[in-house]
């Protein structure tokens, strides 16, 4: 395991497309691989802070206090959850009891605002106690989505393959990351980081397979014409199944949830394993659990993040 601690930000400028559900699966399943996990919430309608039970009472400060402070964490910030291994920053991004400005225009008067979470994920803290950040973004443009998506090392864009998320896709997403990427010739540190299209919640319909087809090649290799220079769709797909929402209800990790069994395919835990694999291909071969989908022993989990 690489000793930086590595920062993923989930994002889209829609909602309704699953990016909390997916935030929760994914930082769930690492947690299971024996990872360190903080999920931080910077979506103002906090879903990911509810989703999980928290252990012990809920935190006086989350992620405004830690931005009003210059981005700086503490560990009275950090909430452990029920998940074993898995914290959380929670959202709570009205402004504190001593500041009348809310954080998203207090951002938008700092010449470092678009950089203050990206710097607290670079702080000691953070980079002490966990191995992995997991980002969940606010739904929409906005300062804050423009926040979470400078802090990752790269991004996992929840693309739903429907019209009205493919016209968001490039009326709202595309000239965001323009906007972010500006700066980037003059250095790297002053862009944003690769970006994997993830096509989640995918009906088995013939106007999804169209749209993800589409998609795929706008973005294959050598035919990225548009203004990142990194984006890529992964292989990995997360299909629309009554599991997913079953998982959220009982307020855990689907691949928990969804266990592999009597050869059924894409079961919430084969699917969330390969996008991990994807992601991080370092993690390659290792299931949570130690038990492979076949039902086979594997090598053990633990020291994963050492």
């Known amino acids: 395991m690489p000793n930086k601690t590595i920062v993923i930000s989930v994002v889209s400028t829609k909602g309704g497309v699953g990016k909390t559900t997916f935030v929760a699966n994914l930082s769930g399943l690492l947690a299971a691989l024996k990872l360190r996990v903080l999920v931080v919430d910077a979506d103002p309608q906090a879903s990911m802070t509810m989703y999980y039970p ?102 996992v864009a929840s693309f739903r393959p429907d019209f009205l998320t493919h016209t968001a896709f490039y009326s709202d997403l595309m000239p965001l990351l323009e906007s972010l990427n500006v700066l980037r010739k003059q250095s790297p540190e002053l862009g944003t980081g690769p970006v994997r299209v993830l096509l989640n919640d995918v009906p088995r319909t013939k106007n999804a397979r169209m749209i993800a087809e589409a998609l795929r090649g706008e973005f294959r290799p050598h035919a990225n014409i548009h203004a990142h220079p990194d984006i890529s769709v992964l292989d990995t797909f997360v299909p629309r199944g009554a599991a997913y929402a079953e998982a959220t209800t009982n307020q855990c990790p689907v691949h928990q949830f969804d266990r592999p069994s009597g050869g059924k395919l894409n079961s919430g835990f084969e699917v969330m394993h390969q996008v991990v694999y994807e992601l991080m291909p370092h993690l390659k071969g290792v299931w949570a659990d130690g038990i492979s989908p076949q039902g086979q022993a594997t090598s053990e989990t633990q020291g994963l993040g050492e």
């Open 54 to 155: 928290l252990e012990g009472e809920p935190r006086a400060t989350g992620l405004a206090d830690v931005l009003y402070r210059g981005g700086h964490i503490l560990a009275e910030d950090v909430a452990a959850t029920s998940i074993p291994g898995l914290s959380i920053l929670a959202a709570n991004l009205k402004a504190p009891d001593n500041k009348s400005v809310p954080v998203e225009n207090w951002l938008q008067t700092r010449l470092d605002g678009i950089f203050m979470l990206k710097n607290a994920m670079k702080g000691a803290y953070v980079q002490d106690n966990f191995d992995v950040v997991v980002i969940d973004s606010q739904g929409s443009t906005g300062t804050l989505t423009g926040l979470a998506a400078m802090a990752g090392d790269f991004m």
